[in-house]
């Protein structure tokens, strides 16, 4: 008998720490797009070295907290698990080894990420393993630079819902804007303020408990 295809929302990110607009733009695009599940992969290398850092393994559980109870997000460890950092691509082929050959494979990527892409290991080999979704993100310029538009012009599909095949297009999509950044809750905890309603609840109190992203003191 014949399957209906899958179709998997992958959104990779460092979660330092996974903060609402992570969470609430991933629940939006796996409801709207009607995806099987939506997988947040965390990032094994946090780009950030000048901040008080969170393990690879407390930023990990940090997402586990904050999926748990939601079957559609689920938590991906396997940049984690390799001995080497991973780039986007060794990650994409790594999911694609495991799906059937019709089975859609979804990249979401934040405006920010999005405009970065050219400078990304392989970064077009992307489009053959995935459809690229981009949420718009209000705290981000609006310029996609020169290197993206050729890419743009000749893939983009206006309607995300009629992206078709395993991969190949890339959608503009719509979400709830959210302007909270991973570096504003850091930046907030440094300063010794709240992150409540920024975080979930439960993370929050992972934070607190294990005192991560307090400012150092020389005591
Ligand atoms: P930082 O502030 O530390 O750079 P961040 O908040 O951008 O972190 P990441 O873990 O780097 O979080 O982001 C993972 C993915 O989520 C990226 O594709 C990013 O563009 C997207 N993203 C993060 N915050 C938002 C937001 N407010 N709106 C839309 N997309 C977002």
Not at 64 to 86: C, F, I, M, N
Request: hydrophobic content about 40%; some cysteine.
């Amino acid at each position: 008998m014949a399957t209906r295809p899958r179709r998997i929302g992958i959104l990779g990110g460092t979660f330092n720490p996974v903060h609402i607009a992570h969470l609430r733009g991933a629940l939006e695009v796996a409801e709207f797009m009607e995806l099987d599940e939506l997988r947040l992969i965390p990032s094994a290398r946090p780009p950030h070295r000048d901040t008080p850092q969170a393990s690879a393994e407390q930023r990990l559980e940090m997402v586990r907290l904050a999926v748990e109870g939601e079957t559609r997000l689920t938590v991906d460890d396997r940049e984690l698990r390799r001995d080497k950092p991973s780039f986007t691509i060794d990650t994409l082929e790594s999911v694609r080894a495991e799906l059937g050959k019709d089975d859609q494979v979804f990249l979401i990527l934040g405006w920010d990420a999005f405009c970065g892409l050219p400078g990304w290991h392989r970064w077009q080999e992307l489009l053959e393993h995935s459809h690229i979704l981009v949420l718009q993100r209000p705290d981000a310029d609006s310029e996609a630079p020169e290197a993206l538009r050729d890419v743009i012009a000749a893939r983009n599909v206006i309607d995300p819902l009629t992206l078709a095949g395993p991969g190949g297009q890339i959608s503009f999509i719509w979400q709830t804007p959210l302007a909270v950044s991973a570096t504003q809750v850091r930046q907030l905890l440094g300063e010794g303020r709240s992150v409540r309603y920024l975080v979930p609840d439960a993370v929050l109190t992972y934070i607190q408990t294990h005192g991560l992203y307090r400012a150092q003191t020389d005591s």
